[in-house]
């Protein structure tokens, strides 16, 4: 299956670039761009993409304020895209809200061009792009800088079961799918059952969600190892 894509960026030869180095693949079609965020929603609602490549920084809308908008659509709008935000720094205030919003990760714009590539499958696929250690550095860092009120993520911690909250845990700890299971003594498939019916009580969207919500609920706090 085809991958559809579009580029939301503010400068024409990133644009360009990125536009020539994914549609030479056989497997993904670039079938549209826009230069800021206002034009990459109004892009993105009528071309319905697979996955839409967000700059952070750009003039009417930025790329936070769009991805919103694409994954907290208004009533009636039923498509819901990928997003990968694009950014020039790793530890970005923008790029934490991003992923709260429920973007599937970020890349940085001088990434290696098989980077961008394999990014682009991985988030098509339905995966949070960032591996679980980087997902954790970048919030643990953010929650030390500004703590996110608890208060009602950890309400929600009650929903769980108790094998269910420990598995949130090793997720937001860094560890894999099968790191968890070891550690747990469980098949590989038993931990992917768990996560998925985390993902579902807590309504998030990914892993990379997952981990953002355990520093919230203060399940687990910077500095902890795993």
Same mark, same amino acid.
């Given at each position: 299956?085809? $991958? /559809?894509?579009?580029?939301?960026? @503010?400068q ?7 536009a020539?180095?994914?549609? +030479?693949? +056989? @497997? ?6 826009? +230069? *800021? ?17 967000? @700059?952070?920084?750009?003039? #009417? ?18 498509? /819901? ?10 530890? @970005?205030?923008?790029?934490?809200? +991003?992923? =709260? ?7 940085? &714009?001088?990434?290696?061009?098989? *980077?961008?590539? %394999?990014?682009v /499958? $991985?988030?098509?696929?339905? #995966? %949070? ?7 954790? =550095? ?5 929650? /030390? ?22 598995v949130?845990?090793? $997720? ?6 099968? #790191? $968890? %299971? %070891?550690?747990?003594v ?5 931990? &992917?059952?768990?996560?998925? =019916?985390?993902?579902?009580k807590l309504?998030? =969207? ?21």
């Open positions: 299956m085809t $991958i /559809r894509v579009i580029i939301v960026d @503010d024409a030869m990133v644009r360009a670039g990125f020539a180095l994914l549609s +030479a693949q +056989a @497997d993904i079609d670039v079938v549209g761009e826009a +230069a *800021d965020g206002r034009q990459g929603v109004q892009v993105s609602r009528t071309l319905h993409p697979d996955v839409v490549l967000m @700059d952070v920084r750009m003039p #009417e809308l930025d790329g936070l304020s769009a991805a919103r908008e694409l994954l907290d659509p208004p009533p009636g709008v039923v498509h /819901r895209p990928k997003v990968l935000m694009l950014t020039t720094f790793d530890i @970005d205030d923008y790029v934490y809200e +991003a992923l =709260r919003a429920g973007a599937s990760g970020f890349l940085l &714009k001088d990434a290696p061009p098989a *980077d961008l590539i %394999a990014a /499958r $991985i988030v098509a696929s339905g #995966e %949070a792009l960032l591996a679980p250690s980087v997902t954790r =550095r970048l919030i643990a860092d953010f929650v /030390r800088q500004r703590p996110a009120p608890r208060k009602d993520p950890a309400l929600r911690l009650n929903g769980l079961t108790p094998r269910e909250t420990e949130l845990e090793l $997720i937001a700890r860094g560890l894999s799918n099968q #790191e $968890i %299971a %070891a550690h747990l469980l098949a590989e498939q038993t931990v &992917k059952t768990h996560i998925g =019916r985390v993902l579902g309504d998030l =969207r990914d892993r990379a969600q997952a981990v953002i919500f355990a520093y919230e609920a203060g399940l687990v706090r910077p500095g902890d190892s795993a």
